[in-house]
């Protein structure tokens, strides 16, 4: 099939070159001009475990294109992909602007064509967007654009940093309006990948984006809630969540991992807009204001238990960080606790060195002050303390006896429990972490 995708970002990319490898020919189009010159050559502009290699493998079999180009490509595709960003506006709302002209382009790009567009071209949206925008869309198109086409809404549910895996083996994939045509087209294109399709009314898949992204929020601040109980009282936060887990109502993916509390480019702006869509239609949702709060709190919390750790004495002190993005797997910075926790380190006089095995380039935008490490031990040297902020797997296998020798101070605060506080108090580790 003939597919162009609007806005190479973190999941335009992914479905491109998914979409390729599935056999389809695709354009990936975006306004970024120097992105759009990286990868005609093959170079991931993001990190996202094996998406390079099929980039490549599909660039090469001529199934993938790249291009700045609306006009010369948007009218040989029949199925048009927007999955341009919707980030947080002013007011908490997600901003349209980049939806909305993604669509002018695209029908204004058809209607240049129109002559040669006897057949349907399905518009399909991608990017988490407010309710009824699937028709602020379709009156943008049909504004411009004259000949047959049909709106369908397809929410992303892929997670960074598995995003590939979650290309080729969704949980679901939800197919919101679209007329029988565009529905008959939309289950065949996804065929390939066996997962179970659930057609809905376009309101429905829209809300149902953004119902599931606010429930996992919610279960992250409900548990990091729940930890600050676990330290006043004793109880470990960890076993509780186990405990938690073992009823299969609740199971054993549930997202019960107390620490620094959400981040990225989603969870935060998607309950933001949810409460605001909760606001507009006059049914707020409360339960959703508080799991924000929560959220927000618990990163002046962890920030607290480092001043408390440190005995209110930060100045000057050496602090390795390891990890910045806000997520492992991930270069993705956007929302990371990290950023918030180094700043108010820096600010109380610190001299932080930090360590992310794929983040740094990004960091260096927000800190390119602070001290880079190219390993995770070169961070430790003469360090007065460690702060763990990314459950890396590299650092759950650390060498706590070289690790201290190495450090000035053996004090570790770690934001994300990724050790049982056993191993580094045993290896003689002042060791402080979240509700144990
Ligand atoms: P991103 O910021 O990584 O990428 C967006 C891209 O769109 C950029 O490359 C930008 O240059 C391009 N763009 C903007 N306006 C354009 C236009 N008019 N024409 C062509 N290109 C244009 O965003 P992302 O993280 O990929 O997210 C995209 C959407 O998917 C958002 O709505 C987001 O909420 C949603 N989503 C993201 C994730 C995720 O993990 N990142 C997961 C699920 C859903």
Redesign the pocket.
Known sequence: MKIAV????????VQSVGLAELGNDVVG????KE?IKKLKLGICP?YEPGLEEILKRNLKAGRLVFSNN?AENIFSAKVIFI?????EGEDGR?DLT??K??AE?IAKSLAKNNSKNQEIKVIVN????PIGTGDVVAKIISQFYKGNFSIVSN??????GQ?VKDFFGPDRIVLGNGNDEAKKIMAELYAPLNAPILFTNLVTAELI?YASNSFLACEISYINALSRVAEKVGADITEVAEGMKLDKRIGKQAFLNAGLGYG???FP??IKAMIKIGEDFKAPIEILEAAEKTNQDQRRFFYHKIEKAFENNLKNKKIAVWGLAFKPQTD?LREAPALDVIKLLLKAGAKVTAYDPVAEKNAKKFFPKIGYAKKSTEALKGADGLIVMTEWDEFKECDFIKMKKLMKTPLIVDGRNIWPATKPRGAGFRYFSVGR
């Open positions: 609007i806005g190479i970002g973190y999941v335009g990319l189009i975006d306004i970024d992105k993001i609306f999955a341009v960003g919707t980030p997600a980049y939806v002209s993604a382009m991608k990017s988490t967007v929410p992303e549910f892929l997670r960074e995003a984006k990225g480019s989603c702006k998607d993705d």
